[in-house]
């Protein structure tokens, strides 16, 4: 309870300073100075929060329930697990898949967790009781990314088979295929769900989500892309590689807007705050960054992991970040 008393109480004072900048609306020279100075304030202020210890094996995945309350992880030991945020304590364990874990998702509503294997299942389950719903099992490789559409109703799936499956959840059904040429990595409904994000290789693709049509292939990382997601309405992409880079995309054009360095090894994952003005990204090189999206710079760098991290993810009030990592430890950071 006293993690989300306090999400909700900077939530407030976030909120006070923004409406502020917004109102004053002055450009004056020290005024852009001072908002990067607020941006700067409002990220610096993360510390380490909690350790949390459990799984045996690497974390694969992490992600925050929509009320933060609440944290999904995946790893290689074969386990997805939900703990509770504020006393970092474990409250289920999710037992089936016979192989890794790659992937674990909340749904929208919070009842509903996916996830996904080398075991070319993915299965679903009642986050409640921590039972299997049904397994879904028509990919033909190891399933490697999963993800809820954003009313809920679908998944979308890609595996090393070379497909991207849609599924309806209530039925349990493929009602979609999208084939590539390549291993696939990661997939992502956009915003309004009529859209899919794909990475393979160098390339990220967006395909139409209905005809299944790929609309654009941006290139420009010169080492396998790692992760991509759309943010800010899926006007944007973010994405990161084993070239060490963040890049930011503009999805109309399909053009490279910004390149964020700073990374001394591979960038495993990258997210995106709610308000769209920070970013903050994971490497093999054990640190944690923050970064500015107008100006492209780092603002903070978090320390603490022993072995490269592997996955982050930032809560929807944007007042907490998990990772995890090659040491099998989850750490709340706020």
């Known amino acids: 309870m006293g993690f989300c008393v306090m999400i909700q109480s900077d939530n407030k004072i976030t909120l006070i300073i923004q409406n502020w900048i917004r109102i004053l609306n002055v450009r004056l020279g020290w005024i852009d100075d001072f908002d990067k100075l607020i941006v700067k304030f409002v990220a610096e202020r993360f510390r380490l929060l909690e350790v949390l210890q459990g799984h045996t094996d690497y974390v694969t995945s992490v992600r925050f329930s929509a009320d933060c309350c609440n944290i999904l992880s995946s790893s290689s030991d074969k386990t997805v697990r939900m703990w509770n945020a504020a006393s970092g304590k474990q409250i289920q364990i999710f037992h089936g898949h016979s192989n890794h874990v790659y992937c674990a998702e909340f749904s929208p509503d919070g009842n509903t967790v996916a996830s996904c294997s080398r075991d070319c299942t993915i ?12 397994a879904l099992k028509e990919h033909l490789g190891a399933v490697l990314c999963v993800s809820f559409s954003p009313d809920g109703a679908r998944i979308v799936s890609c595996s090393s088979d070379r497909t991207i499956r849609v599924w309806n959840i209530s039925v349990g059904k493929e009602i979609q295929i999208l084939k590539s040429y390549d291993c696939l990595k990661a997939v992502q409904f956009s915003h309004d769900g009529q859209k899919i994000l794909s990475i393979n290789d160098k390339t990220i ?39 060490k880079t963040i890049r930011i995309w503009d999805v109309k054009s399909g053009k490279q807007l910004k390149i964020l ?68 430890t989850i750490r709340i950071w706020s």
């Open 123 to 134: 299965r679903l389950w009642n986050t409640k009781s921590g039972k299997e719903i049904k």
């Open 205 to 243: 693709s967006i395909w139409n989500a209905n005809t299944a049509i790929r609309l654009k292939a941006l290139t420009g990382h010169s080492h396998h892309v790692q992760c991509a997601q759309f943010f800010d309405d899926s006007q944007f992409i973010i994405s990161c590689s084993s070239d």
């Open 261 to 328: 360095e700073g990374h001394t090894d591979v960038v495993n994952d990258v997210k995106y705050f709610p308000d769209c003005q920070i970013i903050v990204s994971c490497s093999n090189d054990k640190t944690i960054r923050l970064w500015n999206v107008e100006s492209g710079n780092e603002i903070q760098r978090l320390d603490g992991h022993s072995y490269p991290i592997s996955c982050i993810d930032v809560s929807q009030e944007g007042k907490a970040i998990v990772s995890g990592s090659f040491d099998n």
